[in-house]
């Protein structure tokens, strides 16, 4: 028999065997429907969400690859290792030369310079700014203005007096008490508003020495902030928007705060408070429902003075005539109106939602700061010490796509030179002022040895000073002031694209012409780098990216290790139906042996059956994969709100797209896994003498 006609023959008999035998096809064919289906849609998923969380961290802080210290004690973890503490991730002393190196590879498109660190920013209570404006206009002789704003206080000193009632109730510290109730009477009095007038400085330094520490202390907000070439940042990260103000003008020094960080830690508390019921509301959850917001709607009426302290008189007039409109049950003035107004539940949230933004939030500071506003920035330095650098806000942006997403707006953005001020960056002028102060102070280098006798031996130094009538001063001989006036001119000087690059950073962003050629340009990278002997590693995104970079490869690792166990049950599943079909077959299987059959045409008959069962339920399942895949990449997965799958999702929504190679990958794995299940049944096939097909007959 020729080749052919044993190729047709193979065929005939294969299709039959899969007819005939429907139990076991159904069977078979079903977990290689499910096992391709399961293969096409997760691979699918997981390609799509690595591309998605791709796009949200090269767009927002990584670019695609990364640049720090090759010394570095610990690897580089943009948005955090998982421990606890601050990662050693080393110096680039002069950024300099690392940009000219990398920026030499043909697929480079920028390179960006980069730091990140941490630092705080004093918000004010209340009363204190009430008080500041009293100083103004105390000093502006404006007696329209202080004549409202004494209004004010004694209103405050009024709920204050109310407040150390109660304390005096269940505290023990009875003379602080007293002391306290006794100031605020004092303030209460017409006395102390006439002496305001005679000895103006005397009565506002007791209103600040006396009364605004009675008051709540004001918060300490923890900033956490990226350094960087803000042209090429704001310029090369193409999902960088700017929703408020304006960007910081090229050559100065500024700031951009973070949307997320403007709405979530620098407005008015009772706006947070708000705004995080309604998000909570939007993705269905209800106050009455979540022991969360109960306990947020409960607190909301108690902070009504952070509205009422805000108020001036004409505002507070305005604002009671329109709450006692919308609240005409309520009864009493201005407090108590406010009071029942934040009392908020499922049925009146949207109303009291859009209430507030319309009538209360036009009168008060509805944030601690706003673009034009200078804000002091408090960080320790790399050497240990507090530094305080001011700094204007010129504008609030955002990652377009990632809007919700805390993470993505987790860094405010400030400029290279605030950053290295802030780092504590020791530049050769610096040392040099530095060497000067020790020279006109008198500050000498000791050994270790020499310590204790220049502390409390040496005799000359103290001998000195105790013959020194005017005493000892350590800014002996030091322009103070003029110091001062010269950090503010080099505070407000412009400074160009070499002093940016000629500097320190701790890190950098490549950003790449084609990102696909990520593996091609980082080994390109790394060979410009150590061509010029420069200590710097390159690694990408997705390393760079500590933990939620590597979130992709724990679910892929999870997905391949279920794909497997249920290719190894659906192995077990195979080999045993096909043992059973061949037993079943042990008849028709000697009668081919008999009439001339080799076992080799047995073998690959067997083989031939599982493969066309395979290839029809694999390209089954492998297009009811495609089609679901394809119906969500038109509707949209939900992250849900949580921050996380945002990120992740690079925005609320995932659409997955699948395409030839998930489809080929299902079809291929299924296929080897059906053949390699059916080989053992085969062989046994092959194995099968003519005679036993005789023996069955008889």
Known sequence: MGGVAQLRLMVVLGLRSLWTHKVKTLTVGSLLFFGTFLVVVGTALLDS???SMARSITASLAGHIQLYDADAKDPLAL?????MGSDDIGEIPDFAPVKAAVSAVPNVAAVVPMGIGMATISTPVELDQVFLSLREAVRDKDQARIDALAKRTRAIATDLVTEYANRAKISTDTERIAKAQADLARVLSDAFWKELEDSPELSIQFLDSHIAPLASDGRLVYLRYLGTDLDAFTRDFDRFQIVEGEEVPSGHRGMLLSKTFYEKQLKHAVARSLDRIRDKRVQGTTIAGDALLRTIARELPKQ??????QLDPADAGTLEGQLRELLPQVEGGLPELVQAF??????NFDARYAAFYELIAPHIKLYEARPGDVITLRAFTKGGYLKSVNVRVFGVFRFSGLETSDMAGAQNLVDMMTFRELYGQMTPDKRAELADIKAKVGIEDIDRASAEDALFGGGALVEEHQDDEAGFDEFRGVDLAGQVERLREEAAAPFDQTAVDNGLALNAAVLLKDPERLDESLAAIREALDAAHLRVQATDWQSASGMVGQFITVVRLVLYIAIFIIFLVALVIINNSMIIATMERVAE??????????????????????????????????AAGIALITALGHSGISAGGVDIMVFLFSGPFLYPSAGIDQLLLGVTAIIVASLASTLYPALIATRIQPVVAMQQKE
């Not at 009504?304 to 302290?309: F, G």
């Not at 934040?342 to 049925?347: E, H, S, T």
Request: glycine share 16%; charged share 15%; no cysteine.
């Open 589 to 622: 299987i000697g009668t081919m042996r008999a009439i001339g059959a080799r076992r080799r045409f047995v073998l690959v008959m067997f083989l031939f059956e599982t493969g066309v069962l395979a290839l029809l339920s694999g390209g089954l399942g492998g």
């Open 49 to 51: 969400i690595e591309s």
């Open 304 to 309: 009504y003075q952070r509205i009422t302290y």
């Open 79 to 83: 948005f955090g290792s998982g421990f």
């Open 342 to 347: 934040l009392a908020v539940d499922d049925a």
